[in-house]
């Protein structure tokens, strides 16, 4: 909403620079995004160089046919030379004069004393154009023969304004308009407010109304309210310059007198008007009824609308000549020929006004103001003011009678506002003295009953329908600046983070102490993952959430797997050349959940390494992530909860068949750990090796230890003994620990793998494995006889289940 | 003693010649290798000592006794020198050796790579803490959810432009499903679930159907939420101070502007005192020496009759932020789509 601030002096001064006033509203709830300059530059005295003229003689200029030589008045004495192009004036015609050194809007250069064809030129006689007035003119302006010659033009037309940008928020449609801003302005300031310039015109004649049109409301719920007034004899024209210069500054463009006063009073009272030709309504009569079906209209911007029973209209003897409260029809539009007009003011359905804009996809100033619905009481004030410049612009005459057709008059709510109440809830006490003045200059009724206040509500704030919302009007009147600042007390609450919350927290810190870095990514992806993870088409992860209305394809289906977020991320990272692209993420995958409104949403902690987690430097030579390095994370991530886990061989497709594993946690499957499939890889533009795990955190959480029991480790020292047992190639380390641990019960506590050996001594088909055995009791120093039995079974253990020989 | 023996081992020649010769060559021994030299031809099997020490049985007589006395006492005393010396030597040796190894200490140690979290995570975390240490807790909830806990509970209108298709973003075939626009709906669910009093705060993905310059269709909000007894506008307006000061250091302030929510009344919009400037105006804050940092208010009458709380017997307050603006504020980052790039470079400055 473009305020203008000389259109607001009309109704309110409050002595406030533009900027302290926009402070004002700032803090008591009217948003000012900026404040602009419309019209004339202002700065550097530019308003003094424009004066009102009168030409005194016009003679032809000596050496150019189509420009003139004139003398021109400019007050007190002085009179310049001006040589002028136009040709619409004449002596004794009074004229905007710009004089030398004057900014005209939107030009780079002020305007110079210059010699044209030889004669010396003392200024510029200025068209409504050259003053951005218009968006062309014929020739100057003529000023009125009252104006003043030798007073600034600014003094007589409002041609340059600070302008007040506000962003008015949803429930405050009342400020929609000068005379509603106004009124909140005298609130919050204290200043003093103007009445509402709804002075009426006199009527004139013998004919009512009501014998040259009829009109009729047949759905009352769509129009609680339609008023209008006839103005008979009008000439259309253009406007003035002060109404060009007001609908130019509120951002509209100057059509003409009608159209113009039309939204000159829309901008100052809030309530959209329309000006129907009377001559071209068919059979002088108009019904404000839903459409047929299959109705059309063609509206004023030259479109032609097809119309849905659900949309209000206004329709003569022939059909719809307006959508109500978005646009009128071209039929009835008012043209140079109209010399009768009929005026509406009507309140609308607001969720219907806008529900057909929509449908439409047709908007307007009218549609905006009636969507945030619109005060009922303001369509008689509307045609008061409407009929009255109707009389005094266009020479129109005011047919007496009106018709105000209103299903139920307003009657306005009243709310209770208790004592204490106020304090309660804001925390400051607030004099009932100074609640009063602010609820009155809001325009409230105030009226004391049984120790509380019954509060009126005017009808434009139909926002404001309880206790507390009378309390909000207050505390932001009063000043939300004046609050003390406390903090709650005497909570009887535990806070801080439950253990699910602390472990995912722990989980982060192991992972980036390792070398990982975290990255977020959206949880919408593109649908093509499952083929690029060459998933079966079958699995279940295929099965996702999809969005209704996506922004793009690319982002259409929620995940149900992190890895391809992961890869597309390390995909983008490693094409802008970043080394040792090592990361993680903390989010949720999204199933769906049969039978269910919500879907099966799961934590998940995920990683993609493909770097060095050494670093690089003068020392160490970097490498790549592969299999063992995954699963050591996954180890990291498991001890950081101190949880556990099994792995089993993992048959995922996107995945190497040999380097992958699933993650087993409390019997339950947790996540996989394994070399990204290269043809996977490929699908995803990356070039070089990567390694990922995907965790499930409810399954990871499940197999933390919770409470560490204490266990003596020191009383009685440990043994240790190595052992390097032969086997196949194949036979998996966790067997022959698994033996191992089986036969060295109960004095065996932990068996280490800290060598595998290949090679010609081994034999072909063999490997060697070495291992660490740490033997202990609880009850006593083991002897060396102790140790020697264990070890002995161990290695009838392997020898009997593997068929393991020692390494000579 | 060494004295001693020198007069005692003036008895016999032969013996105090060795002795003297020993201690000299001991003496001058440069390196261990010299001083093994000298250890083998005076001590050896083959030295003289030793000749003479073996041959006492044959020596005349009255020579036996002062050799057998005084030879062991000048080996031992010879031993004892050979020791001090290779003492003596080993010690230059050591000195010399540590001098010759001078490393480069201006290369770079050892890397111990660490990586990094995401700074919204780390500025989530701070968020969560500082509310954590007033005594809230953190409550969350569904990402997809229904229209009644993102909107209706929370006293958003029918007709409201954010339940349309255009502002958020829906579920296909489920018209009454869509992606949380807040973290609001978790508020609801709390409410429903436990009786006041009620400390939590909400963190957050939430989800708008907007991408340009400065939003993302996806972000990350904290709300929090505090319905007890005796909750007034001074309490939101001190813990959230308190919040600012927090985050944006002990010197800033804070200033509340009434403004307009479906589920707060009355609602503000909190600004803080620009850190960027200190107030005095600069071009982050427009020149107004306010920054915003988030929305807030008074729980609406309404929301508490959605999850059947008493208007007349608690009253609360609520707030939500933007992650993202809170870390942009205070690490100075201008474009807001730098969060979801993801890309090391930016990631990994924090
Ligand atoms: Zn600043």
């Given at each position: 909403m473009k305020v203008p601030v000389s259109w607001l002096k009309e109704f309110v001064?409050?002595?406030?620079s533009a900027e302290k006033l926009a402070e004002r509203l700032a803090l008591t709830g009217t948003e000012v995004e900026r404040i602009s300059h419309a019209g004339?530059?202002?700065?550097?005295?530019?308003?003094?160089?424009f004066v009102i003229g009168q030409v005194k003689s016009r003679a032809p200029h000596p050496d150019a046919d189509r420009l003139s030589l004139c003398e021109v008045d400019l007050g007190g004495g002085r009179s310049e030379q001006i040589v002028c192009g136009a040709k619409n004036f004449q002596a004794g015609d009074k004229a905007a004069v710009c004089l030398p050194g004057g900014m005209l809007p939107g030009r780079p250069e002020p305007l110079r004393a210059a010699k044209i064809r030889g004669v010396e030129s003392h200024g510029m006689m200025c068209s409504e154009a050259e003053l951005g007035l218009?968006?062309?003119?014929?020739?100057i302006m003529i000023l009125p023969e009252d104006a003043p010659v030798g007073a600034r033009l600014v003094d007589h037309l409002p041609l340059s304004d600070d302008v007040l940008e506000l962003e008015i928020?949803?429930?405050?449609?009342?400020?929609?308009s000068m005379y509603g801003v106004a009124r909140e302005v005298a609130a919050v300031t204290g200043a003093p407010l103007a009445p509402e310039p709804v002075a009426d015109a006199a009527p004139r004649g013998d004919d009512t109304i009501g014998e040259l049109v009829s009109v009729s409301v047949a759905d009352e719920r769509l129009c609680p309210r339609y008023g209008a007034r006839l103005i008979a004899g009008v000439s259309v024209a253009e406007s003035p310059a002060w109404l060009k210069a007001r609908i130019t500054a509120a951002g509209m463009r100057p059509v003409n007198n009608v159209v113009d006063i039309t939204n000159y009073v829309m901008w100052t009272l809030g309530q959209p008007m329309h000006a129907f030709d009377l001559a071209r309504i068919a059979g002088r009569q108009l019904a404000v009824r839903r459409a047929a079906r299959g109705e059309k209209i063609i509206t004023i911007d030259g479109s032609e609308r097809r119309l849905t029973p659900d949309m209000l209209v206004i329709a003569d003897a022939e059909g719809p000549v307006a959508i109500a409260g978005i646009m009128g029809g071209e039929a009835s539009e008012v043209s140079a020929a109209t010399t009768d007009i009929l005026l509406e003011a009507a309140n609308f359905n607001g969720r219907s006004v806008m529900e057909t804009s929509m449908a439409l996809g047709l908007r307007s100033e009218s549609s905006t103001r009636f969507e945030k619905g619109l005060d009922q009481e303001l369509a008689p004030k509307a045609l008061a003011m409407a009929a009255r410049l109707m009389v005094e612009i266009t020479g129109g005459r005011l047919v007496p009678g009106e018709i105000d057709i209103q299903a139920r008059p307003f009657m306005p709510a009243a709310v209770r506002l208790r004592p204490g109440r106020v304090e309660a809830l804001l925390g400051i006490r607030v004099p009932d003295e100074e609640i009063k003045s602010i609820l009155t200059r809001l325009g409230f009724g105030v009226r004391e009953k049984e120790g509380e206040l019954l509060v009126t509500i005017p009808s434009?704030?139909?926002?404001?329908?309880r206790e507390v919302d009378v309390i909000e009007e207050i505390a932001r009147v009063f000043g939300l600046g004046l609050i003390p600042p406390t903090l709650p007390s005497d909570m009887r609450v535990l806070g801080g983070l439950s253990p699910e919350q602390q472990a995912r927290r722990s989980v982060a810190r192991a992972l980036v102490e390792r070398g990982l870095t975290e990255v977020i990514s959206y949880s919408f992806i593109a649908p093509d993952f499952g083929d690029r993870l060459r998933l079966?088409?079958?699995?279940?992860?295929?099965?996702v959430v999809a969005?209704?209305?996506?922004?793009s394809v690319e982002q259409s289906v929620m995940r149900t797997m992190m890895l391809p977020s992961l890869l597309t991320t390390l995909a983008a990272n490693l094409s802008l050349q970043n080394q040792d692209v090592n990361i993680f993420e903390l989010g949720r995958i999204y199933r769906p959940a049969a039978g269910e409104d919500l879907c099966d949403e799961r934590r998940l902690i995920a990683g993609c390494l493909s770097g060095s987690l050494q670093g690089h430097s003068w020392m160490t030579g970097g490498g790549t992530a592969g299999f063992f390095t995954g699963k050591g994370m996954v180890e990291a991530i498991f001890a950081s909860i101190a949880g556990d886990f099994t792995v089993e061989r993992a048959s995922e497709p996107f995945l190497h068949p040999g380097k992958s594993a699933a993650i087993v946690a409390g019997g339950r499957q947790a996540g996989y750990v394994g070399e990204v499939h290269p043809l996977v890889l490929e699908a995803f533009d990356i070039d070089t090796p990567v390694v990922a795990f995907e965790i499930l955190e409810q399954e990871l959480l499940a197999s933390g230890a919770g409470i560490i029991v204490f266990e003596d480790l020191i009383t009685y020292p440990a043994s240790f003994q190595d052992l390097a047992v032969v086997v196949e190639?194949?036979?998996p380390a966790d067997e022959i620990i698994g033996v191992i641990s089986d036969a060295g019960a109960?004095?065996?506590?932990s068996v280490r793998v800290f060598d595998i050996f290949t090679g010609e001594q081994i034999g072909a088909g063999k490997k060697s494995v070495a291992l660490s055995l740490e033997f202990r009791s609880p009850e006593r120093t083991l002897t060396d006889e102790d140790v020697a039995a264990a070890r002995a079974s161990i290695v009838t253990a392997l020898a009997e289940k593997l068929g393991a020989s020692l390494r000579a | 003693m060494n004295d001693d023996l020198k007069e005692q081992l003036k008895a016999h020649a032969g013996l105090a010649a060795l002795y003297e010769q020993a201690v000299a060559e001991i003496g001058q021994a440069a390196t261990s290798a010299e001083l093994e030299e000298a250890r083998v031809r005076?001590?050896?099997?083959?030295?003289g000592l030793s000749q003479l020490l073996r041959s006492i049985p044959e020596l005349p007589a009255e020579e036996r006794p002062v050799v057998g006395k005084y030879g062991n006492r000048a080996r031992t005393a010879l031993e004892q020198a050979l020791a001090a010396r290779k003492h003596e030597l080993e010690a230059g040796e050591l000195t010399r050796r540590l001098a010759a190894?001078?490393?480069?200490?201006t290369l770079p140690g050892e890397p111990f790579p660490r990586g990094h979290l995401h700074l919204i995570t780390q500025t989530q975390w701070e968020i969560e803490d500082f509310f954590a240490g007033l005594g809230y807790r953190i409550a969350e909830g569904p990402e997809v959810e229904t229209s009644y806990y993102n909107f209706t509970a929370l006293n958003t209108p029918e007709g409201?432009?954010?339940?349309s298709l255009h502002d958020t973003f829906f579920i296909q075939d489920k018209?009454?499903?869509?992606?949380?626009?807040?973290?609001?709906p978790v508020q609801i669910r709390v409410m429903e679930k436990e009786d006041p009093p009620v400390y939590v705060i909400i963190p957050g993905r939430v989800y708008r159907r907007d991408s340009d310059a400065t939003h993302t269709p996806m972000f990350h909000q904290v709300e929090g939420l505090a319905v007890d007894e005796h909750i007034t506008m001074a309490d939101l307006k001190g813990t959230l101070e308190a919040f600012a000061k927090h985050m944006f250091g002990a010197g800033r302030e804070i200033r509340l502007r009434p403004h307009y929510f479906p589920?707060?009344?009355p609602s503000v919009e909190v600004d803080v005192s620009c850190m960027i400037c200190g107030g005095a105006g600069c071009r982050s804050c427009k020149h107004s020496g306010w920054l915003e940092i988030l929305g807030a208010g008074m729980v609406d009458p309404n929301v508490f009759g959605f999850v059947d709380y008493e208007p007349d017997e608690v009253t609360g307050f609520a707030f939500g932020m933007g992650v993202e603006r809170i870390a942009m504020l205070k690490h100075g980052?201008?474009?807001?789509?730098m969060f979801y790039d993801n890309d090391m470079r930016f990631i990994n400055q924090f």
């Open positions: 001064d409050t002595g406030l004339l530059p202002a700065d550097g005295g530019n308003l003094d160089r218009s968006g062309e003119s014929a020739g928020t949803p429930n405050r449609p009342d400020c929609l434009y704030r139909a926002d404001v329908e079966d088409a079958d699995d279940g992860r295929r099965e969005l209704a209305n996506p922004l190639v194949d036979r109960p004095l065996l506590k | 005076h001590l050896g099997r083959k030295s190894e001078q490393a480069d200490i409201h432009p954010a339940r018209p009454d499903v869509l992606l949380r626009t807040h973290t609001s589920f707060t009344e980052i201008t474009d807001l789509r």
